[in-house]
Each structure stands twice: as structure tokens, then as C-alpha cells.
């Protein structure tokens, strides 16, 4: 009876691998599914979802440029089927859309795009959610490199230079900005070589241009420029660097570079002051109409300072009370930019109806020209006129 018993149970434990040789039933367990070598990347089915593969492996993707790859989705059911598709890992793989639906056995395609932003290996995933709560994944494999194949790290020897090396920006007034200055960012070794950034150290010196965008592969041989400028704030001297980070040992090469600024100015500042022909803008002027014909005058505004004076608008108010005469004002057309020493001109008439007296009267803003500008202690220059008419 022990005999038997025994026999039997030697049976049992050999019948499953009888049948695995026979018939070829494979009870090997499945590899880690982050090793792409040994997980199955052929098509899958989940419910009504096909989907053609399970892996995407990029390969090896410059920095700064990208590469799409597609993923087939079926609808196996007899009625439409929503795909809800996200992603998961790192930022530099995107999917075409995120909601997906297909009508009853269509289909429809899923692009995956790798943009890589440094020379480094990414991982992600796409998930695709079906309505009853189950989802299939598909894992995505990246390098940011040279190119070359998926085992190509993109490493390699290199060497850049920076020209000028040294580069002194002038000396300009606070507040103004320098023209720019072309420097020379080349690849002077003999293998691709990575710059992942362009930067200056002080805020005074700013790049505003060049054809070297980072990220950026420059090959072997080639060039980019970066255009800086210089803006001091203050009264002092600056120093500071153009630095260009690699994916070489060491990383940063940098040009160095100056400026000072400085101030030519005394008063720093538009200053108006108006040419009433011969009277006083501080006082009254009166102008005189005889017989209703008018007193025209040529004034002009002139800058007294040593920056720029805008001149928005010349205006007149006539006496709100009184009709004997009009002031009128012609001959501008604001705004004007007045130049340090400069001045411009603008006429001014009176002309009576009668026989009568207008006088100037500011406090109610009657018979008043107001010029309107620039200057920081005279914004509304004000001049008070006066009318005698015989």
C-alpha cells in the first residue's frame, strides 16, 4: 500500500514536466519587465483593446531635436470604445492625444514624441485606461546623445573654445545699452560635444542674441556665436563672464568681460524754458489787437537740460467769462522730442472784438497756455496771457 502510494505521488510531480517537454508549455518565469531584453514588446489585448506593441525604444536622440514613433490601437467589440491615455515619467516624452475613441473594429494611432533636453537616459511610460478600470502600459526607452543607436551614450572627446577671451564693453552712462558684442563658441575637438546652457554672471551683461540656442550639439568642427550687451545701473566698474556649460571635464569654458559705467550729464535732466519774444513767461504777457486784427507771436519751448525733452501738448484756455478776445495757438503738433540745447517753435495770437480788457486769470485757469513735458520739476508749464483790445 506505501509502495503504491509513493508511485502515485512520483506521478503527479513528474506529469507537469512530461507535459511541458511534449507539448511545449512554457513555465519559465518572465524577467523584470525594466530589462526590454527579456519583456514582451508584441502585441497585447486587454478586453476590446489591442494594442500592436508594449515597448518603444528610442534609441539615441541628440539634445534639442526629438523623434516620433506610432502605436497601433483596435477596437475588437461591436461598439465604440473610449481610451483615456496618459503619461508617466519623464517630461521629455509627449503623446499626440489623450482621449481617444474608435468606432466598433476601428482603429486608431497614438504618436509618442522624445525630446530629450540633456545628454542623459529617460524612462516613461504611456497608459492607456479603458472605462471598466483595467489599462495596458507601455513603457518608453530614451537616450539624449549623439545618435548612434540605443547603447550610444553620446560621450565622446571634445574641446571648445571661446574667442574673444577677453572683451571689455566700454564705458556708457547709467541707463543706456551698449551695442552688441559677437563672441565665437566652437567645437575645436574631434567628437560632438554637448552645451546645455549659455549664461552670463552678472545681470549687467545680457545675451540677446547669437545662433547658439541651448540645448545645442555642436559636431565636431563647428561654430555658434552669442551676442551680449552691456547695461550698467550704476556708476562703477563691472566684471563678470560669459559662461558656456558642456558635457565635458571640466564642464564651464568662459570669456571674461567688462564695462564701467559712467555719466557724462551735469544736470541730468530735460529742463523747459519758453522764448516769449522779449516778454516774461513768469508774468502776465499781454498781446494788443487793433481793430480786431490779431497779435501773433512766435514763442518757442527750448531745453535747457542735458537729456531729451518730450513735449506732449501747447495748449490755451480763454477767459470763461468774458468774449472780447481769443487766444489761439498753432504751429505745433505733439509730441516733440526737444534735444539738449535745442528748441521748437509754436505761435501764439490774440485777436479782439472789440474794445476791451482780458486779463489773465489762473486761479479759475482762464487765459493761461499750459505746455505739458517731460521736466520732473515743471510738468504743466504754465504762462499766464493777457489781451488789450482797441
Request: net charge negative; hydrophobic share 35%.
Amino acid at each position: 500500500m506505501g509502495s503504491a502510494m509513493r508511485a502515485s505521488a512520483s506521478m503527479l510531480l513528474l506529469a507537469p514536466l512530461l507535459l511541458s517537454g511534449c507539448f511545449g508549455l512554457d513555465t519559465t518565469p518572465k524577467q523584470d519587465p525594466t530589462s526590454h531584453d527579456s519583456v514582451d514588446t508584441g502585441p497585447v489585448t486587454v478586453g476590446s483593446l489591442s494594442v500592436d506593441r508594449t515597448l518603444i525604444d528610442f534609441g539615441s536622440v541628440a539634445p534639442g531635436s526629438s523623434t516620433s514613433e506610432a502605436v497601433v490601437l483596435s477596437n475588437g467589440s461591436d461598439s465604440t470604445l473610449r481610451v483615456a491615455a496618459s503619461m508617466v515619467g519623464d517630461a521629455v516624452f509627449e503623446i499626440s492625444d489623450s482621449d481617444i475613441a474608435m468606432a466598433a473594429g476601428g482603429e486608431s494611432t497614438l504618436t509618442v514624441t522624445f525630446a530629450p533636453s540633456g545628454e542623459m537616459t529617460y524612462g516613461g511610460t504611456v497608459r492607456l485606461a479603458l472605462e471598466d478600470g483595467t489599462s495596458v502600459d507601455i513603457d518608453l526607452a530614451g537616450i539624449g546623445g549623439t545618435g548612434g543607436g540605443p547603447d550610444d551614450t553620446g560621450t565622446g572627446t571634445g574641446a571648445v573654445s571661446v574667442s574673444p577671451g577677453t572683451q571689455d564693453l566700454g564705458t556708457l552712462n547709467v541707463g543706456t545699452t551698449s551695442s552688441a558684442y559677437t563672441f565665437t563658441v566652437k567645437n575645436t575637438g574631434s567628437d560632438d560635444v554637448l552645451v546645455s546652457d549659455v549664461h552670463t554672471s552678472d545681470t549687467v551683461f545680457t545675451i540677446t542674441g547669437g545662433t547658439l540656442a541651448a540645448p545645442q550639439v555642436l559636431s565636431a568642427g563647428s561654430s555658434r556665436t552669442v551676442e551680449v550687451k552691456f547695461s550698467p545701473t550704476a556708476e562703477t566698474a563691472y566684471s563678470g563672464d560669459l559662461v558656456v556649460v558642456t558635457d565635458l571635464t571640466p564642464a564651464n569654458y568662459t570669456a571674461s568681460l567688462s564695462g564701467t559705467g559712467g555719466n557724462s550729464c551735469t544736470i541730468c535732466s530735460p529742463l523747459i524754458s519758453v522764448d516769449t519774444a522779449g516778454g516774461d513767461p513768469y508774468s502776465v504777457t499781454d498781446f494788443f489787437s487793433l481793430g480786431g486784427s490779431p497779435d501773433s507771436r512766435v514763442w518757442s519751448v527750448q531745453n535747457v537740460g542735458d537729456m531729451d525733452l518730450t513735449v506732449t501738448s501747447v495748449t490755451v484756455n480763454n477767459d470763461i467769462f468774458a468774449t472780447c478776445g481769443t487766444f489761439i495757438v498753432s504751429g505745433f503738433t505733439g509730441p516733440k522730442t526737444v534735444a539738449p540745447r535745442a528748441s521748437t517753435p509754436f505761435t501764439i495770437a490774440y485777436t479782439a472784438s472789440g474794445t476791451c480788457i482780458d486779463v489773465a486769470q489762473a486761479s479759475i485757469n482762464a487765459n493761461v497756455v499750459h505746455i505739458l513735458s517731460n521736466d520732473p520739476s515743471q510738468g504743466d508749464y504754465v504762462i499766464e496771457v493777457g489781451g488789450i483790445g482797441l
